[in-house]
């Protein structure tokens, strides 16, 4: 049935996408996600209010972005009548991927770092009907294990290095320009295995070659304990408090490097502790509650700003400047991160004095 409005990413950008008459499109309503501004963390970081936008792609129907290139994926992999489809993932691929083969009519495996994968992510795969294997080894063991099964059992490989995925997510780009009226002039965003900033900057440059317009700098942003990008070599023990990064070996490691070098942007490393107190900010003072992972590219931002990033910026430039952070998934995707907060809560007895004198123990 044709939706009567919004009828997800391959209908509205069907001709900048590698599908055809034979592809019967599996969707789920992907894409279209808000663009909200946030003026308090603008103002704190002495930007114009209206600087600062965020891209809530956790509003996508698993929510995270990664439903813009399985939408794409999995109708490719119908098209070409797959076996099944396989990923490795730090969770929300493998959410993704179950709910759109389950769409499709497909089988669908995952290969997760065991103990690594939050439990709204896990959760989903398991409702999806993916056929769950927990690998005891990193994200990046789990990948090079799936592409060696792809190859031999023939299951279609649906991780970011299937070119499908990346031209899916590549529309997020010209939504922002859409939105925008033209492309911001910085994007920061989290990185892990990099196909998220490697789409973007593809999706950019698709529309600047169309229009001949600016280009946005492309800040990439990881965690410091899994940073490969930015020290330049593959972290074997990658760790951080952000699950969905904690990748030491990034597939589109060269597409990265070139987006960041062709963009002049750069890619950055924050500290965990930088992450979460980014991550509380946005709750608490934008309303926006994402995952921690997608915090990261926030906390990037701060570093950046506080670090005297925009003031060499003429006034004229400064007062239209643009930022755009990518939060890629849903702060419910991991309701066990918050305790990393430790925040103070009481219980009582149903007793109206009790609850009162808690509401003042917690001021
Ligand atoms: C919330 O699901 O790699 O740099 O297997 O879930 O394109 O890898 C997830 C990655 C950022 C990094 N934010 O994007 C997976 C997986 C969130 C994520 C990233 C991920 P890439």
Redesign the pocket.
Known sequence: MESPSYGGIIQKYRACLPVGKGTTVVSLLEGNTPLVCAPRLARWLELPEDALLLKIEGMNPTG???DRGMTVAVSKALEAGARGIL????????ASAAAYAARAGLRCAVLLPEGGVAAGKLAAALMHGASVIALRGS?DAALALAQRVAQEDGWTLV??VNPSRIQGQKTAAFEIIEALGRAPDFQFM????????TAYWLGYREWHAALKKGLPKMMGVQAKGAAPLVLGRPVAHPKTVAS??R?GR?A?WAAALKAKEESGGMIAAVSDAEILSAWRRLAREEGVFC?P??AAGVAGLIRFARGGGFHRMDASKRKALRIVCIL??HGL?DPDAPAALRFRRRTVDPDLRAVSSALNALK
């Not at 990923?87 to 493998?94: Q, R, V």
């Not at 989290?190 to 900033?197: D, E």
């Open positions: 995270s972005f990664k990923c490795a993932s730090t969770g929300n691929t493998a994200f991780n970011s989290p990185v892990g295995n990099a196909g998220n900033i969905a990064i990748i990034p589109s995952e992972a997608s890629t998934g995707k």
